[in-house]
């Protein structure tokens, strides 16, 4: 991280839109969709900006929850990471949520006031500066975002994908269409609301003679759960057998 950049930056941006993450001082840069071609032009103009590295869509519901109140092995197994409706664990139509103490009167997730946002980034080769843009779409109903191809032609195709994975518009794009996906794909598989069992399954029909496409019935919403290294919960943990050798004893005398 450059002290000076971060100062300019704040200088001409405003100090609030400027983002510092510590320790490895990453630098982020906050804008609103109104000016974020201006200040893009800006960055590579005048700040030295002019190599464009990556751009992506994030989507934020559910940021901050979490369903595993312990990583700590027990006996007891994981079953409190397979409670509730999170991710994976929803049929199509159904929706999201991070509860994990009952699977009764489920509630959503509740929704952020900004759910989608793009993430840009950029390198300046002449001062050896890395940053980070993020804009906020205005509306999550129908997330649009300028499109800076007009700037760097190569965020072309990941433009592309982030409306193909997110649903985010580009306005702007000269050939926004899906890249991933198959063209008559439903919905965008990397919003946090689109089940990973997703929403048709294709088998080929001997009577028809042709590919069909019909509702997902063969699958069922899974767990998936991170492999942590740690104590085998199969079996109890050390302090769990002292304990139990200790009530043993007690219970002989």
């Not at 994976?88 to 999201?96: D, K, T, V």
């Not at 929704?111 to 993020?134: D, E, G, H, K, M």
Request: with cysteine; aromatic share 12%; proline share 6%.
């Amino acid at each position: 991280m450059s002290a000076s950049l971060v100062e300019a930056l704040g200088a001409r941006f405003g100090v609030d839109a400027v983002k510092v993450a510590q320790p490895r001082g990453e630098v982020t840069l906050d804008l609103s969709p109104d000016g974020w071609l201006s200040a893009a032009t800006e960055l590579r103009d005048s700040f030295g900006f002019d190599t464009f590295i990556d751009l992506c869509g994030v989507d934020y519901l559910g940021y901050g929850n979490d369903e595993w109140d312990s990583t700590e092995a027990s006996w007891h197994g994981f079953g409190r990471g397979a409670e509730g409706y999170g991710p994976g664990r929803f049929n199509w139509g159904e929706e999201p949520s991070h509860q994990a103490s009952t699977t009764i009167g489920i509630a959503p997730d509740q929704r952020p006031t900004r759910r989608f946002a793009v993430v840009l980034q950029l390198l300046s080769i002449r001062n050896n500066q890395r940053l980070t843009l993020r804009c906020f779409a205005p509306d999550d109903g129908l997330p649009v975002v300028p499109s800076v191809t007009g700037i760097w032609r190569g965020a072309d195709w990941f433009e592309r994908e982030a409306f193909d994975l997110y649903g985010v518009i580009f306005d702007g794009h000269p050939d926004l269409r899906r890249i991933l996906t198959d063209y008559g794909f439903i919905g965008h598989p990397f919003r946090k609301d689109f089940p990973l069992i997703g929403n048709v399954e294709v088998h080929y029909d001997a009577e028809r003679k042709r590919v069909v496409y019909a509702p997902v019935t063969s699958v069922s919403p899974r767990v998936g759960v991170a492999r942590v290294i740690r104590d085998d919960s199969r079996f109890p943990t050390a302090e769990e057998e002292a304990t139990h050798r200790i009530l043993d004893r007690e219970t002989r005398r």
